[in-house]
């Protein structure tokens, strides 16, 4: 029996199976499924996801919230990652979600679990160098919810940029259904990234987080001269910021392949803050137009 739905109302399930019912019997009568994965403390970003989600026609709007163990190397945050699961559903509720899938580890990862998606070489760059598994187990996660909830369109945030991009490659790669939209990164009236992370940071490290994003925009700003003059203008910025410990700074293309000479192209950018890690990313339009391009 397909449990009871209800449209218009916010229905709970942890059980995959219950999950999986409901949203094939929804397609079966024509219905579309949005579907937007999240590990929970939902902010601002999560609820540009939700509404852009909802504005799809003739869909049903799901959420999930999983802190996902397969992403987190040991010493990284996974006990302390925020869980406010009553915040999170009332958020759900405001932005008129329908299904929330919240299970249990053992329900997703049962015992005996070993296969895992492997993201290919680019996994291992960037974040991937920094985070050894992370994107394995990103990859391994999303396409299991994929599985299990069936989506029509699948919605991902531009902010963590190298994941969007490795999901995209997934679905293409191996044949999945889902539509995979990236959503433009939601920022504080200062520039800095909404992050489920940003909590952590006290009063001193917040002030400083926003070299971050006033690197990006000094290194976008730059793009006409040149991919030596976005990387220069954006550590010129960061190096003015002691409170930052630089992981990363790369200028890449719109695919994280090598960056053109000129044409659009990724800023990427990652640093901690005391024991808080944050990246960002914006895009940048790089050499001067050709003569007859100049307005």
């Known amino acids: 029996m397909t449990p009871r739905f209800t449209a218009g109302n916010l229905h709970r399930h942890s059980s995959p199976e219950e999950l999986g019912k409901i949203t094939r019997a929804l397609r079966a009568t024509g219905r579309k499924i949005a579907f937007v994965p999240t590990m929970g403390a939902l902010h601002d970003g999560h609820r540009e996801l939700l509404s852009r989600a909802r504005r799809i026609p003739n869909t049903v709007l799901v959420a999930s919230i999983f802190v996902n163990p397969l992403q987190f190397a040991p010493g990284e945050d996974f006990e302390r990652y925020p869980r406010p699961i009553e915040d999170d559903l009332a958020v759900c509720e405001a932005e008129r979600v329908e299904l929330v899938f919240t299970p249990e580890r053992e329900a997703l990862y049962p015992p005996g679990a070993q296969v895992t998606v492997h993201p290919g070489p680019l996994g291992d760059e960037l974040e991937g ?25 699948a919605l991902f945030g531009e902010k963590d940029y190298q994941q969007l991009v490795l999901i995209k490659q997934m679905v293409r790669d191996l044949d999945m259904e889902p539509h995979v939209i990236g959503i433009p990164t939601v920022r504080e009236r200062d520039g800095l990234a909404r992050s489920s992370r940003n909590v952590f940071l006290d009063a001193d490290q917040r002030v400083a987080a926003v070299a971050l994003s006033a690197a990006l925009t000094a290194g976008a700003h730059a793009g006409l001269d040149g991919a030596d003059a976005v990387l220069a203008a954006a550590r010129k910025v960061l190096d003015g910021t002691p409170a930052l410990a630089l992981d ?43 003569l007859g391009e100049r307005g």
């Open 129 to 153: 160098a920094s985070r050894p598994g992370h994107f394995a187990g990103v990859l391994t996660v999303v396409a299991k919810l994929f599985n299990i909830v069936r989506p029509d369109y």
């Open 248 to 290: 990363y700074l790369a200028l890449r293309g719109p695919d994280l392949g090598p960056a053109p000479d000129r044409g659009e192209a990724r800023l990427l950018v990652a640093a901690k803050l005391g024991a808080t890690r944050l990246i960002d990313n914006v895009p940048v339009l790089l050499g001067a137009p050709a």
